[in-house]
């Protein structure tokens, strides 16, 4: 007999990939700025959360995405010690800078957050 619902994991990965995807809904570009940089660089974080999310499903681990204003970096949860770490094991997750002229902003109910 099969459960109906989601697992936590599931749950966790979902509401990430939301919070990126507000991310990039306000992600800045700057006079100087090209619109090309901006596609790619939304098209290469949207492809490496959809391998984080397959990945998470199919070994049963918990991934992050920490954001600061002109960089993003990728963390996994290590359950023995409790705490978050970077996940730059693989060259693809690695801590990655935002192209010059391109910036993160997140903002909430006209509040900044990043």
Do not use: C
């Amino acid at each position: 007999m099969r459960n109906k619902g989601f697992t936590l994991v599931e749950i966790l990965v979902v509401l990430v990939i939301i919070a990126v995807m507000l991310s990039i809904a306000v992600l800045s570009i700057n006079v100087a700025g090209n619109d090309s940089q901006l596609h790619e660089e939304s098209r290469r974080i949207v492809g490496l959360l959809n391998l984080l999310h397959d990945r998470a499903l199919l070994e049963g681990r918990d991934f992050g995405l920490l954001i600061e204003p002109h960089a993003y970096e990728f963390l996994e949860y290590d359950n023995f010690r409790n705490q978050w770490r970077l996940f730059d094991t693989e060259r693809e997750f690695r801590h990655r800078e935002l192209p010059k002229g391109l910036s993160f902003r997140l903002q909430l109910d006209s509040r900044q957050i990043v």
